[in-house]
């Protein structure tokens, strides 16, 4: 059973950069064909795609973000990560890694973390 | 606003039948696979529908999808009150590129 953990620190101070990691367990994120993928929630909003990376490293980011997005892999901790420059109020969120599969089993984001809440405040 | 639109609300009561519908364009729902999302309050969203009618292993088959044209539809049989959840529908966009959301339709089941 794959399992995702997202980790970071909770309070982000305006125009400084959040980061994140996503641990992965379960499989190894250079396996398969996935997308390791990072998504927001603002409270009470919907889902907001933030971007993702393949198994070789190549990132495709929502265009609204994709001037202050960097999503990386770190294959020597089997995690993958999230940073996001010149954070706003509007970057509040609860942020989610999730695999997005490519299989003949199975499409779509099937396995999710639990969430990481980030709060953006001085 | 989400590119995807659905009613922000619904609610039914155990043993109904429901439909939430999404709306979207020939850009996602229209040329690209639909997907549904079940978000228990608190919990990660799950997927409960892929490639716009087929359900992972392990969920109910209560639940069916279907899509015509630029929109899609989920359909939940014999409601329960674990059914109670926000459940959102997703594709890729290729207007974007990347995967878009609809806005989310909160159940209550009465």
């Known amino acids: 059973q794959v399992q995702l953990q997202e980790s970071g620190p909770g309070l982000v101070k305006p125009s400084q950069t959040l980061s994140l990691n996503c641990s992965v367990s379960?499989?190894?994120?250079?396996?398969?064909?996935?997308?390791w993928t990072w998504i927001r929630q603002s409270a009470g909003k919907g889902l907001e795609w933030i971007g993702r990376?393949?198994?070789?490293?190549?990132?495709e980011y929502n265009p609204s973000l994709k001037s202050r997005v960097t999503i990386s892999l770190d294959s020597s901790w089997n995690q993958f990560s999230l940073k996001l420059t010149s954070v706003t109020a509007a970057d509040t969120a609860m942020y989610y890694c999730?695999?997005?599969?490519?299989?003949?089993?199975?499409?779509?984001?099937?396995?999710w973390g639990r969430g990481t809440l980030v709060t953006v405040s001085s | 606003q989400s590119v995807m639109t659905q009613p922000p609300s619904l609610s039914g009561t155990p043993g109904q039948r429901i439909t939430i519908s999404c709306s979207g364009t020939w850009s996602n729902i229209g040329r690209k696979f639909v997907y549904w999302y079940q978000q228990v309050p608190g919990t990660a969203p799950k997927l409960l529908i892929y490639?716009?009618?087929l359900r992972p292993s392990g969920v109910s088959d209560r639940f069916s999808a279907s899509k015509s044209g630029t929109s899609a539809s989920l359909a939940i049989r014999g409601l329960r009150f674990e059914d109670e959840a926000e459940y959102f529908c997703g594709a890729w966009d290729d207007s974007l590129p990347g995967r878009v959301f609809g806005g989310g339709t909160k159940l209550t089941v009465l």
């Open positions: 990376i393949d198994i070789n490293g190549n990132a």
């Open positions: 490639k716009d009618n």
């Open positions: 999730a695999r997005d599969a490519n299989t003949a089993l199975i499409t779509g984001f099937d396995f």
């Open positions: 379960g499989d190894s994120i250079h396996t398969g064909p996935f997308y």
